[in-house]
């Protein structure tokens, strides 16, 4: 079965500095999707990816998909206090009868002052 | 500003109880879902509604059963809490089979005691 595999788990970062967050799936990814959770709260739609090269940015994320439509990283720019919490990325699942979500385990930011 | 709410923020509930959460969409979805949250694990779906009266099992329905009498709203029941039962409970919808992405609730967190 398909897996979604995030890495790191966690990430402590100074702010200021850039980082990326992975997600890597054995099989071709159908629909990528990028979310993010505040600590206690819901999941916040960030970015969908769709096509092998794909890369769509919103303010200082960008996402990006590879070619071969197995893995996309999402890289932060100078990154800000408010770019803490957990990143999740999620992909269409074909063989569900209703293409549900599967899910990566997410990966924590936490950003230093 | 379209949403997903969830009824309560925070719940304690104690062993044994029957317990409701509830989840009401204003986007006209089709599909509804529930997951929990846990670290470490990350989301897993408990049960899915493509349909009014229409549910599906998750990858982990044991202990939970849900209602969805309209279309606006699905509810998600423990018949009789137990302690492993406390967790972040995330409910969410979707437009349709093909994919789109989701949108979220701002969770329920539940503690069994």
């Known amino acids: 079965s398909q897996e979604l595999e995030q890495s790191p788990q966690s990430l402590i970062v100074q702010e200021g500095k850039n980082l990326t967050i992975n997600c890597t799936s054995s099989k071709t990814l159908y629909g990528l999707y990028w979310y993010k959770q505040k600590y206690g709260e819901g999941l916040i739609f960030l970015m969908m990816l769709q096509k092998g090269g794909e890369e769509k940015s919103h303010e200082k994320i960008t996402a990006k998909l590879d070619e071969k439509k197995q893995q996309s990283s999402l890289h932060i720019t100078a990154s800000q206090p408010s770019h803490a919490g957990i990143y999740l990325c999620g992909a269409g699942n074909p063989r569900a009868s209703n293409y549900q979500l599967i899910w990566g385990a997410g990966t924590k930011l936490i950003i230093k002052p | 500003d379209v949403k997903v709410t969830q009824s309560s923020r925070y719940l304690v509930k104690r062993t044994g109880e029957k317990v409701f959460l509830e989840c009401v969409q204003d986007m006209d979805h089709e599909n509804m879902f529930w997951y929990r949250q846990d670290p470490g694990l990350g989301l897993r779906l408990i049960y899915f509604?493509?349909?009014?009266?229409?549910?599906e099992k998750g990858d982990i329905p044991e202990g939970y059963s849900v209602s969805r009498e309209k279309k606006e709203r699905f509810s998600l029941i423990l018949e009789s809490a137990s302690t492993n039962q406390t967790s972040m409970y995330l409910c969410?919808?979707?437009?349709?089979?093909?994919?789109?992405?989701?949108?979220f609730g701002s969770g329920t967190r539940l503690t069994v005691v």
């Open positions: 509604s493509y349909d009014v009266k229409m549910k």
């Open positions: 969410a919808s979707s437009l349709s089979r093909a994919g789109y992405g989701y949108t």
